[in-house]
C-alpha cells in the first residue's frame, strides 16, 4: 500500500509564502516523478508542477518565477516552494506520484489527500 501524505497548507496574506510537502511511504520500488495539482472552488484540478526523480522540472505558466518544486528522492518527499502568493492561487493542493509498487509492475499514478492553501488579507 502506497500513502502520500502532504503538509504544509494553511492562510497566508497575498504577497505572503508558504512550503508544501509530500512524503511517499509504503510499497516503493522506483519513483518516475512527483508533483502538485491544484482545484479551486467550481473549477477543474489543474497541473502545477512536476518534477522527475532526476531533477527535471516544468511548471504551469501562471506560477512561474513564483514557485519552485523539489524532490528529495532519497526520502521520497517532494516540496513546493510557493512565494509572492496571489488571491487567485487559493485552492487545495494535491501531490501526486508516479511510481512503482514492486520491481516488476507498472507505473501507476497514487494521489495525496490534498491541503488547503488560502491565500486572503
Known amino acids: 500500500q502506497v500513502q502520500l501524505v502532504e503538509s504544509g497548507g494553511g492562510l497566508v496574506q497575498p504577497g505572503g509564502s508558504l512550503r508544501l510537502s509530500c512524503a511517499a511511504s509504503?510499497?516503493?520500488?522506483?519513483?518516475?516523478?512527483m508533483g502538485w495539482y491544484r482545484q479551486a472552488p467550481g473549477k477543474e484540478r489543474e497541473l502545477v508542477a512536476t518534477?522527475?526523480?532526476?531533477?527535471?522540472?516544468n511548471y504551469v505558466d501562471s506560477v512561474k518565477d513564483r514557485f519552485t518544486v523539489s524532490i528529495d528522492s532519497a526520502k521520497k518527499t517532494v516540496y513546493l516552494q510557493m512565494n509572492s502568493l496571489k488571491p487567485e492561487d487559493t485552492a487545495v493542493y494535491y501531490c501526486?506520484?508516479?511510481?512503482?509498487?514492486?520491481?516488476?509492475?507498472?507505473?501507476?499514478?497514487?494521489w495525496g489527500q490534498g491541503t488547503q492553501v488560502t491565500v486572503s488579507s
Open positions: 501526486n506520484a508516479d511510481l512503482r509498487p514492486f520491481y516488476w509492475s507498472s507505473i501507476f499514478r497514487y
Open positions: 509504503g510499497s516503493i520500488f522506483s519513483i518516475n516523478d
Open positions: 518534477i522527475s526523480s532526476g531533477g527535471s522540472a
